[in-house]
């Protein structure tokens, strides 16, 4: 089958099972987002300490224009692309200065006596007081804001990888739409993988969570978006969601979300039929707690990106929305605001060790919060709910920003832990004993960086990095401005291990020998730097792209994105790669996977417009309170970071321009110009 045969490839059959209406392509179109009048900020002084800087930033916040209470308002339009320019936009000055002497951090002073016990405990905590005493440089991406990208992409152009790239760009969209799956002639979602050299098993259906980037890629598709396929995915699986769901005579809640749907045809009625998994198929028969939340993450996207309330305002729509908030806010024997998960629940959909109070659902659980939150309408039914959501999401960043945070600081805290502390006075909340961690996170862990560890749970703590729960914190705003300017810090810090030859870790380090054995239980598509145990997946480079521009670092993401592009098409779009450096590709990968496909997409549609990325961010919820955290290297907050409006509106949607003019026109102007060559 050629690539340009593929689209025609409809069934053609017609059947009553969509139960409801998916409207005609809507065009988008309407005014971008409300102006923001500029207003000064103080300048924060070199010396300041870091909680003079948080004061600073606080008061700032206080005198910028309130941003919105209403929350529906954070629903806004993103903006349009062909946003037209009057002659008087035309001289826009961007407040921002740049000196990157002012980001010369000090290290913070090692403690004496690390002494003897500590360097000869296999070379343990005290590893970090030797840097203690140099002086840190900046971090390379600190300080090349957006704006001064600009005339780097133009150089690129000049050089001909543009043009590599933009084929590359048109070969993706075009396999893209190979892998469109159509009920009623409708197109409803997309396959997982298109690979006609390779079993199928179970990559011919449509999985909620891959659906994801192909839905962000077809909503900032230029010229023209197709948020059709989007709508009717959230129509569909909505639909699914009300079927009853039994596995051996247990029947499962009725908010599940199925992992994944198949369209197959009936023969014998002449229609369409679906198929779909809630579990029950899936290799370790574990309901997908991620679909759900990856659902209510996307309407709010659709919703963004269109304008179109009617959606998520539908009273199904709205009910859906609650049964997935039910089977999270239930009562039941917690004494921790996390959920409790199964092993396998999510991404990693096989035994990984990530059974618990796994970092991902956490981090996807509070993102999904906050978007119903801006959703659910306002009622006598739904206010109870909004109450709890309110309550739950300030609990829930509060836990997860204290106890699941790592950096070098709170790694020596926790390596001179006592334990056996009972009243409600310990320090060491979980009972974890500081022989439990592992050697390795001694020597990953830089003096300036941090990140979210991958469990909390009593004497547990794993500390391995994974990839998305950490981007879906920037994303979500659940990480704190300094946090996600500490999780960069150690992706720039920590790159031959979490980027390596071919973007990006999904985990790191890898599980090996006897670890492998017990955690894993012998998983032989789980082998160590292989697959979900540090194996390296391109799909990951949107939301590492996406959580760049938030923190104000896209130079990170352009870099991960170049080295993607000198492989991925090449290559055939693999599934993962395999290797310490994610070299090879993975054994058992299939070709031409279509989130490998969509997230390049996406990737790229928001570094050229990082406009987009309010499409899939929230900013800071000002409401919910800081915990009180012991601060290394890594929490600082340059200059730099209050002052770049642009990186300032992705966080608070505020902004300091000059002439009054509202920052999505700024970026607007700059890729336009990027691409003509105006600045
Ligand atoms: C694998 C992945 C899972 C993905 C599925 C389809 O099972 O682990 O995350 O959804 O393939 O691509």
């Known amino acids: 089958m050629s690539l340009s045969d593929c689209s025609e490839k409809v069934p053609s059959s017609v059947s009553d099972e969509l139960q409801f209406p998916m409207d005609d392509y809507q065009a988008i179109s309407g005014a971008s987002t409300a102006e923001k009048s500029a207003s000064s900020i103080p300048s924060v002084q070199q010396n300041d300490t870091t909680d003079e800087i948080w004061r600073s930033i606080n008061n700032n916040r206080d005198c910028l224009p309130k941003n919105r209470d209403d929350t529906r308002e954070g629903l806004e339009r993103a903006t349009s692309l062909k946003c037209a320019l009057g002659d008087e936009e035309q001289v826009v000055v961007l407040t921002i200065e740049h000196d990157s002497s002012k980001h010369l951090q000090s290290a913070p002073e090692s403690p004496d006596g690390g002494g003897q016990d500590v360097e000869s405990d296999k070379e343990k905590a005290g590893r970090g007081s030797l840097e203690n005493k140099t002086t840190l440089k900046p971090s390379p991406s600190v300080g090349t804001s957006l704006v001064l990208l600009v005339p780097e992409a133009s150089n690129a152009k000049s050089n001909g990888s543009e043009a590599c790239s933009s084929s590359m760009m048109e070969e993706a969209w075009e396999r893209l739409r190979c892998s469109f799956v159509y009920f009623q002639k409708k197109p409803v979602g997309t396959l997982a993988a298109v690979d006609p050299s390779a079993e199928d098993l179970n990559y011919n259906q449509v999985f909620v969570r891959d659906f994801v980037p192909t839905a962000l890629a077809c909503l900032m598709k230029i010229p023209d978006p197709e948020p059709e396929i989007v709508k009717n995915f959230l129509l569909k699986t909505l639909h699914l969601q009300g079927w009853k769901k039994t596995i051996d005579n247990f029947t499962l809640g009725e908010g599940v979300m199925p992992a994944s749907f198949k369209v197959m045809y009936d023969s014998f009625q002449e229609k369409d039929v679906l198929k779909a998994d809630f579990g029950g198929s899936a290799i370790g028969r574990v309901a997908p707690v991620d679909s759900g939340f990856w659902w209510i993450i996307l309407l709010r996207s659709y919703t963004k990106c269109t304008g179109d309330y009617t959606l998520s305002e539908e009273p199904e729509v709205q009910k859906g929305m609650k049964l997935i908030l039910d089977l999270c806010l239930s009562d039941g024997f917690d004494t921790y605001p996390t959920l409790l998960c199964a092993d396998g629940c999510s991404m990693i959909d096989r035994r990984m060790g990530i059974y618990g109070y796994p970092i991902e659902i956490q981090a996807l659980f509070f993102f999904a919060l906050r978007c119903a939150q801006q959703m659910l309408k306002e009622d006598t039914d739904s206010n109870k709910l909004i109450e709890r959501i309110e309550r739950r999401i300030t609990a829930l960043s509060y836990h997860i920003r204290k106890y699941y945070w790592l950096d070098f600081t709170q790694l020596n805290n926790i390596y001179r832990y006592k334990t056996e502390e009972y009243s409600h006075t310990a320090v060491n909340k979980f009972n974890v004993i500081p022989e439990s961690i592992p050697d390795w996170v001694f020597d990953f862990m830089p003096l300036r960086g941090g990140y979210f560890i991958g469990n909390v749970s009593p004497a547990r703590m794993d500390f391995r990095w994974f990839l998305v729960d950490n981007c879906i914190a920037i994303l979500s705003s659940l990480a704190t401005m300094s946090q996600t300017t500490a999780i960069m810090d150690l992706v720039e810090e920590r790159w031959e291990d979490l980027i390596g030859e071919m973007p990006l870790k999904i985990a790191y380090p890898a599980l090996e020998g006897y670890e492998w054995n017990i955690v894993t239980g012998c998983d032989p598509k789980n082998t160590r730097w292989s697959y979900h145990n540090g194996g390296s997946w391109p799909v990951l480079l949107w939301l590492l792209t996406a959580a760049c521009i938030k923190a104000g670092r896209p130079q990170i993401a352009k870099r991960a994105i170049e080295l993607m592009e000198q492989r991925l098409s090449k290559d ?43 499409m899939i961010s929230l900013e800071e919820d000002k409401k919910i309170e800081k915990p009180r955290l012991t601060r290394s290297a890594s929490w600082t907050c340059s200059s730099f970071d209050i002052l770049d409006p642009i990186h300032q509106f992705l966080w608070t949607g505020d902004c300091k321009l000059e002439n009054n003019t509202s920052l999505p026109d700024v970026t607007n102007r700059l890729y336009e110009g990027l691409k003509s060559d105006e600045i």
């Open 572 to 614: 055939g779009w693999p599934e993962y790669y395999d290797g310490k450096k994610g070299r090879y590709v993975g054994k058992q990968a299939r070709k031409h996977q279509t989130w490998s496909i969509s997230g390049y997409l996406v990737a790229k549609l928001m570094i050229e417009n990082p406009s987009n990325l309010a």
